[in-house]
T-cell receptor
């Protein structure tokens, strides 16, 4: 049963600490998205990768957030230093474009990482 | 820039009622996809449907149906004979030439017994 795996599922940390969230996309998928969900802003796109290359990270606060794909089986989202306003659920999703297109097919979402920054 | 609007923030119905969730999008892309996702109380995002911009045929899947109208830039979702298990947040989403998937703000549907 192929699925997107995110760790940790829950994280409580103090302001100023570094937080790293990890995502294992479904094997064979070449597109990875990071989203943040809050009550106020809904689902915001933070960054996305195709074939491990970052295509767009304009939704990400650059001063404290960074996203990488060290290899095809791992995507990371790091916050340093964390702030209370970063408290949210962070979703990773993976998929692959339709043949001959940049448009994604179905995106498969992980269960999310719930981050609380005190 | 592309935009997805779900004007209904919350909808409450009684079981067995039909309910329609509205979705309007803005784009200048000629080719794009529209999606609906369901987020139940457990929190995961569940894919429901994807529709290509060239295919305006309505689709029905069990109690679910979708009405895509390019002329009004709308992609509405109807649940027939709603059930308590349909209670969730429903998101409409768009993907165009950039490949980014952009979500609407979501509609919270509460189905009361």
């Amino acid at each position: 049963d192929a699925r997107v795996t995110q760790t940790p599922r829950h994280k409580v940390t103090e302001m100023g600490q570094e937080v790293t969230m990890r995502c294992q996309p479904i094997l064979g998928h070449n597109t990875v998205f990071w989203y943040r969900q809050t009550m106020m802003q809904g689902l915001e796109l933070l960054a996305y990768f195709r074939n491990r290359a970052p295509l767009d990270d304009s939704g990400m606060p650059k001063d404290r957030f960074s996203a990488e794909m060290p290899d095809a089986t791992l995507a990371t989202l790091k916050i340093q230093p964390s702030e209370p306003r970063d408290s949210a659920v962070y979703f990773c999703a993976s998929g692959f474009p339709d043949r001959g297109s940049v448009l994604p097919g179905e995106l498969f979402f992980g269960e999310g990482s719930r981050l609380t920054v005190l | 820039a592309q935009k997805v609007t779900q004007a209904q923030t919350e909808i409450s119905v009684v079981e067995k009622e039909d309910v329609t969730l509205d979705c309007v999008y803005e784009t200048r892309d000629t080719t794009y996809y529209l999606f609906w996702y369901k987020q139940p109380p457990s929190g995961e995002l569940v894919f429901l449907i994807r529709r290509n911009s060239f295919d305006e045929q309505n689709e029905i899947s069990g109690r679910y149906s979708w009405n895509f109208q390019k002329s009004t830039s709308s992609f509405n979702f109807t649940i027939t004979a709603s059930q308590v298990v349909d209670s969730a947040v429903y998101f409409c989403a768009y993907s165009g030439n950039t490949g980014k998937l952009i979500f609407g703000q979501g509609t919270t549907l509460q189905v009361k017994p």
